[in-house]
């Protein structure tokens, strides 16, 4: 990734898309959060700073979002801009694929201890996104993917905050990670990707199931079937932009505005009202993450 406006610390991997963004969504008469967005990265035609993505989200009853890092200079950006910004918290991790990296540089202890003195701020709610990712690192790698997913978990065990998993064709690897070394007690699998036996095995568990965009997508039946078995206590949405935006706006950059879209086509599956999957959504998310209007953390 390449720099970006002041406003932002990077642009897409993939030099982003010189396309505008959407025009907003139906406001839900009932808010809700985005539980996991990158604001840090730049993106569209006119990229939006902060305060524009949040003013928008806001004016489409999205109450407030999770801005997430997924190295130390991304952890340390969304830590600053939520302890600026009362509708933002924040979660801290380094990135699976990021991990075998530090490791080849001899790094990744020093990174694991930045991101535990970050997850140590009042508005630091969640220690992500972190987890395993076997899509993008071959064998030799992995070993610093579980090294680095579990220093993460001991991280959120100690903090007292929640999790959230990057979980990329590891679906197994994941599960028996948590289960060896003890899960925290508010566990979060990010953008959910796998089907009806993870999402009832999860739930079984007491974990969250966060669905982005791609839940709309023709191909996903399997997150569809997901979500119908999730328990409805259990669920998040989010929309994991600047990527996977739902349909029908695939082609376009993803914000926190956008959730609308991804919500109503949650309650559409499960044949349930909108204001009432709105109300479980939010309760839910205020669940594991507390108050976005105080300094208080889920538990406290």
Not at 244 to 253: A, F, S
Request: net charge negative; proline share 7%.
């Amino acid at each position: 990734m390449t720099n970006a406006s002041p406003e932002h610390l990077r642009t897409r991997s993939d030099g982003g898309r010189a396309v505008e963004y959407p025009p907003p969504p139906e406001p839900l008469a009932v808010p809700v959060y985005d539980n996991h967005t990158h604001l840090e990265i730049a993106d569209g035609a006119l990229p939006l700073d902060v305060h524009a993505h949040l003013e928008r989200a806001a004016a489409v009853g999205i109450a407030g979002a999770v801005q997430v890092g997924t190295d130390v200079a991304t952890s340390r950006w969304s830590a600053a801009a939520a302890a600026r910004e009362p509708r933002l918290l924040a979660a801290v991790a380094l990135h699976p694929n990021e991990a075998p990296r530090l490791e080849e540089a001899g790094a990744l202890d020093d990174a694991i201890a930045v991101i535990d003195e970050l997850a140590a701020q009042p508005r630091v709610r969640a220690v992500g996104e972190t987890g395993l990712d076997f899509y993008r690192t071959g064998d030799e790698g992995r070993g610093a993917q579980f090294r680095s997913f579990e220093a993460h978990i001991d991280i959120a065990k100690r903090h007292g905050v929640a999790l959230q998993i990057h979980d990329r064709d590891a679906h197994d690897e994941v599960v028996s990670t948590l289960r060896r070394v003890g899960a925290p007690e508010r566990t979060v699998f990010h953008c959910f990707s796998g089907g009806a036996e993870l999402a009832a095995l999860a739930g079984d568990a007491g974990w969250y199931l966060s669905f982005a965009g791609n839940v709309t997508f023709k191909n996903a039946e399997n997150l569809r079937e997901a979500l119908r078995v999730a328990p409805r206590d259990r669920i998040l949405v989010e929309t994991d932009a600047p990527y996977l935006t739902p349909v029908p706006l695939r082609g376009r950059p993803n914000a926190p505005y956008l959730v609308p879209h991804t919500v109503r086509f949650m309650a559409e599956v499960l044949e349930v009202d909108l204001d009432e999957l709105c109300a479980q959504l939010a309760s839910n998310t205020r669940r594991v993450y507390g108050a976005w209007e105080d300094g208080a953390r889920a538990g406290d």
